[in-house]
């Protein structure tokens, strides 16, 4: 079956380094006429007990989903805002980042590229678990794109936090 046209995956976490990747591959989307999936997933791994038996209320999860939900409609209007790009559409999926990134996703929608930032926000998984970003970029289905530049492609320095 042949698509009718490029399509580009862009996992996003609500930091700085996933909205340039976002920026950028809305940027490849309208010079080539690619279409554009945003994808926010929510890690229920953190949630499970030992048992499997889950540590937070159902209440919480539609919660974090609601957020999520317009997170992405943010991002999709952002897009349309400042870029006149409207070829986006957005998902949430559960569960694993890395396998749902690498493998699920792009089984389910057939993406040509994933454009990913360097680093995302949780700090203690990539310490713990090792980066969503390294792992997808040596098992993804698909080609990945590592965003380390903003729109005029200079590099981004990290920003230290002060409390």
Request: charged residues 25%.
């Amino acid at each position: 079956m042949a698509k009718d046209k490029e399509s580009i995956l862009v996992p996003v976490d609500g930091s700085e380094s996933a909205e340039r990747a976002f920026d950028k591959a809305v940027r490849v989307g309208l010079c080539d006429g690619a279409h554009v999936d945003v994808l926010n997933v929510i890690d229920t791994r953190q949630f499970m007990g030992e048992m499997q038996d889950t540590l937070i209320s159902g209440d919480t999860i539609y919660q974090m989903t609601q957020d999520s939900e317009e997170y992405l409609k943010s991002l999709k209007k952002w897009a349309h805002d400042n870029f006149n790009f409207d070829d986006v559409d957005y998902h949430i999926r559960y569960g694993s980042p890395k396998r749902i990134i690498s493998y699920d996703f792009i089984k389910d929608h057939h993406n040509d590229l994933i454009a990913m930032g360097a680093t995302g926000l949780n700090a203690v998984e990539r310490m713990l678990m090792g980066s969503v970003t390294e792992y997808v970029n040596q098992h993804a289905l698909a080609d990945v794109l590592i965003v380390k530049t903003d729109m005029a492609n200079n590099p981004v320095k990290p920003t230290m936090k002060k409390n």
